[in-house]
């Protein structure tokens, strides 16, 4: 028995139009995602890859084709449906962080919470949770300015975790990091894909690529390889 | 999202740059404090001027001295006293309307009771006097025929001065007070009038003739300064004015074609008219007030837009992690609503305070009633939704992948 894969995208492209110019970023993809997989995505500098990961993280929707959540199409949902999915099935990790300045790092971690219609006394005692998991509840007062570059990136990883959501998507969540710590993301990446987590992780290193089941290559915006690798291959078998 | 949360986070977002809130609230601030002010000090002059027409009495005319020729130059109105007993006489028989009338002669004097004393009006006039103002006693009687037509040495007090010269639980009735070294017997004390009514004594006005004003060189034994009278009912009042002006006009030998000298007032109508201006006025000076208001409601939209293009990174990242866009606008108003509010709460505050200010130092009456600070907080609230809706619908019509682009 096959089973719904978790995302699926079919024939997609992005096309930027500026000033009657058109680029077009992402070219006929397809590709299914299933639950409990982590995949690299790889690729040079503007082969597509952040614009994929906006579409296959409801913040954009394809010029062509579809990309399906579960079973539905993406497009056809409505832009609040769509807000409310970001807030409970997707968790997203970016290469700068983007943590609120302004509040320390529990509220970070709480505020998607805030869109669930959470009450606060759950937020904060699921944040703490969160932030117990990628080892920094003893920071959870501290603000972002007073965190290192990798401490700032668990908390990060503890915010797009909260919501315990259907995947959690990360671009390039190693880029600012040196190597020690950013292998240090890594192995917290690979344990929570341990325990099921379904993670897709930009990535510009081959040798964090090949700690990944699967890579995705994109070239120019167009899928040149889709790779699982065979000795990393789960014991139970993987729907293709 | 909800509103509660909005306003968490729009509070959140303000106490990190007090300064920068404050001054951004200060248009509607100053807008606030000065519709209250000018409100306060409105209704105040208004209840004012309520109490004064209520102290008159109803259907009261007054008749006070006008122009007088005297060899060919026309003297100021009221130079001369051209009243005269005779005449509060022949209003009081010959117009069937007027219930009651009399006259009177006041200047200021100091009362004195043992070692107190108090500067106040004294009022030479009859019993009639208080017939027409529907001035009760609280305690004592009125004058006698015998004390009005022999001079008697006794004083009615109005309840300012009785409360300055006796201490609380003195009786004044029979007691001896002095004016201008005269002694003199409280026989009545007044039923309290109003602030303004009750700074008074009244004395016969034969007494008054006699002892106090007799050296005077305008007045003549039989003169008065003024005459008030009490018509029966309200629409006899320009009846009753016709009729008093054309018997004064007799009596006094007016040629046809020459100008009165004497005048006939309704004061209530003239209070009401005076009112009415207050309430012009008023009115004017709060719509300056509502420019004040306007011209917070811009700076606080000002301060919003640049708020928005600082916080577009923010925005994003809420975007991004499921805040939906009524989500944002939600929190962008909140953040409107809060400044206008809090400057709306610290204006009323500022507004009771500079008025009370006013009532001490200038001594106005002033009045804070609950209307004016509902309207004013309204107004406030009307500024944050209408100056902030534009910043927050701009901020939730970012695109969240632009958003997270910026630095
Ligand atoms: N808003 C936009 N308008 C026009 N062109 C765009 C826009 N966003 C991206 N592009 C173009 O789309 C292409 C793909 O961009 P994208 O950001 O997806 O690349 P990338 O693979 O993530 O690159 P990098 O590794 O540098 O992050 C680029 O050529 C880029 O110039
Ligand atoms: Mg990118």
Not at chain 2, 2 to 28: C, K, V
Not at chain 2, 282 to 301: E, K, P, R
Request: glycine share 10%; proline share 3%; aromatic share 4%.
């Amino acid at each position: 028995m096959t089973a719904l894969p978790l995302i699926s995208l079919r024939s997609v492209s992005r096309t930027y139009r500026t000033d009657g110019i058109a680029v077009t970023a992402v070219r006929n993809v397809s590709f299914d995602i299933a639950q409990g997989e982590i995949v690299a995505v790889m690729g040079p500098s503007g082969s597509g890859k952040s614009t994929l990961m906006n579409m296959i993280g409801l913040l954009d929707l394809p010029s062509e084709g579809a990309v399906h959540l579960e079973g539905a199409n993406v497009a056809e949902l409505s832009e609040d449906r769509r807000s409310s999915l970001r807030a409970r099935s997707i968790g997203f990790v970016f290469q700068s962080y983007n943590l609120l300045a302004r509040h320390n790092a529990i509220e970070n971690v709480a505020l998607p919470l805030v869109y669930c219609g959470v009450s606060r006394a759950e937020r904060l005692a699921r944040a703490e949770r969160s932030l117990q998991a990628v080892g920094m509840l003893h920071r959870a007062h501290h603000f972002p300015r007073q965190l290192s570059g990798g401490e700032q990136q668990r908390v990060a990883i503890a915010r797009a975790l909260i919501a315990s959501p259907l995947i959690v998507l990360a671009d390039e969540p190693t880029g600012a990091l040196d190597s020690r710590t950013g292998a240090e993301i890594l192995a917290l990446f690979a344990a929570l894909n341990r325990t099921g987590q379904t993670i897709v992780m930009i990535t510009h290193d081959p040798g964090i690529a090949t700690q990944c089941r699967r890579t995705i290559r994109l070239h120019d915006g167009e899928l040149v390889s889709d790779e699982t690798v065979a000795e990393l291959l789960p014991r139970r078998s993987v729907a293709s | 999202m909800t509103m509660l949360q909005g306003f968490q986070i729009a509070l959140h977002a303000l106490r990190l740059n007090p300064l920068r809130s404050f001054l951004t609230m200060l248009g509607i601030v100053i807008g606030v404090a000065s519709i209250v002010t000018v409100f306060a000090i409105g209704s105040g002059a208004q209840l004012r001027l309520q109490e004064q027409i209520r102290s008159i009495g109803a259907n009261v005319l007054m008749i006070t001295p006008g122009a007088v020729y005297q060899g060919g130059v026309r003297l100021k109105d009221g130079s001369k006293l051209t009243m005269t007993e005779g005449d509060v006489q022949a209003i009081l028989e010959q117009i069937p309307e007027i219930q009651a009338a009399a006259g009177s002669l006041a200047g200021t004097a100091q009362v004195i009771h043992e070692g107190k004393n108090w500067n106040t009006t004294i009022n030479g006039t009859t019993t009639g006097h208080f017939m027409v103002r529907d001035w009760q006693l609280a305690s004592g009687r009125y004058f006698s025929g015998a004390e009005e037509s022999g001079a008697g040495k006794v004083v009615i007090l109005g309840s300012t001065v009785a409360r300055e010269l006796f201490a609380p639980g003195d009786d004044p009735i029979g007691a001896q007070i002095r004016i201008m070294k005269v002694p003199l017997e409280v026989v009545g004390v007044l039923d309290r009038k109003g602030p303004a009514q009750d700074d008074v004594a009244f004395v016969p006005l034969s007494t008054a003739k006699l002892r106090f004003l007799g050296s005077a060189s305008n007045i003549n034994r039989d003169s008065v300064a003024y005459i008030i009278a009490k018509v029966a009912a309200d629409g006899q009042m320009a009846g009753a004015r016709a009729e008093i002006e054309s018997l004064l006009r007799q009596r006094h030998r007016i040629p046809a074609g020459q100008e009165d000298d004497f005048k006939v007032q309704d004061p209530a109508a003239a209070m009401e008219a005076q009112q009415g201006a207050i309430r012009t006025v008023a009115l004017l000076l709060v719509a300056i007030a509502s420019v004040s208001l306007l011209v917070g409601g811009i700076s606080i939209m000002n301060v919003m837009i640049v708020s928005v293009t600082e916080r577009t990174r923010e925005i994003g990242i809420r975007r991004a992690l499921g805040g939906r866009m009524r989500d944002i606008r939600l929190q962008f108003l909140c953040e409107a609503l809060v400044l206008c509010l809090l400057g709306g709460a610290i204006g009323v505050a500022g507004g009771i305070t500079l008025s009370m200010t006013v009532a001490r130092m200038a001594g106005w009456v002033t009045s804070i009633d609950g209307e004016a600070i509902g309207l004013a907080l309204a107004f406030s609230i009307a500024t944050g939704l209408i100056f902030g809706f534009y910043p927050a619908h701009k901020a939730s019509r970012l695109s969240p992948i632009e958003a997270l682009k910026t630095e």
